[in-house]
């Protein structure tokens, strides 16, 4: 089993910035691919950004720019450092980790993190 927790969310005014980390924790093999996805209420889970273990990396288009991803594969964790945040940036974030727990193809897990509130606001 992988446990998946974000931290570092909270109230800030337009154009400051966030940075929210990411760890997971358990019975990890590799880790393919970790990322972030946020969802306002009402709407449908968005991805932000992902980041592979060859660090390639991915954004949506409307944070391309702003927020930066990172990953620390020692530590099995990633980070997202948001700048320039807008009232539209407000949602829950939730962290992805996309690996295997063995070297068995039967292992692979695909974890999510409980969210952690990002608001922006003045």
């Known amino acids: 089993q992988v446990h998946v927790v974000e931290s570092g969310g909270g109230l800030v005014q337009p154009g400051g910035s966030l940075r929210l980390a990411c760890a997971a924790s358990g019975t990890i093999f590799t880790i393919n691919r970790m990322g972030w996805y946020r969802q306002d209420p009402g709407k449908e889970r968005e991805l932000v950004a992902t980041?592979?273990?060859?660090?390639?990396?991915n954004y949506a288009d409307s944070v391309k720019g702003r927020f930066t991803i990172s990953r620390d594969n020692a530590k099995n964790m990633v980070y997202l450092q948001m700048n320039s945040l807008k009232p539209e940036d407000s949602a829950v974030y939730y962290c992805?980790?996309?690996?295997?727990?063995?070297?068995?193809?039967?292992?692979?897990?695909?974890?999510w993190g409980q969210g952690t509130q990002v608001t922006v606001s003045s």
């Open positions: 992805n980790v996309l690996g295997y727990s063995s070297t068995s193809s039967k292992s692979v897990f695909d974890s």
């Open positions: 980041i592979t273990s060859g660090h390639s990396i």
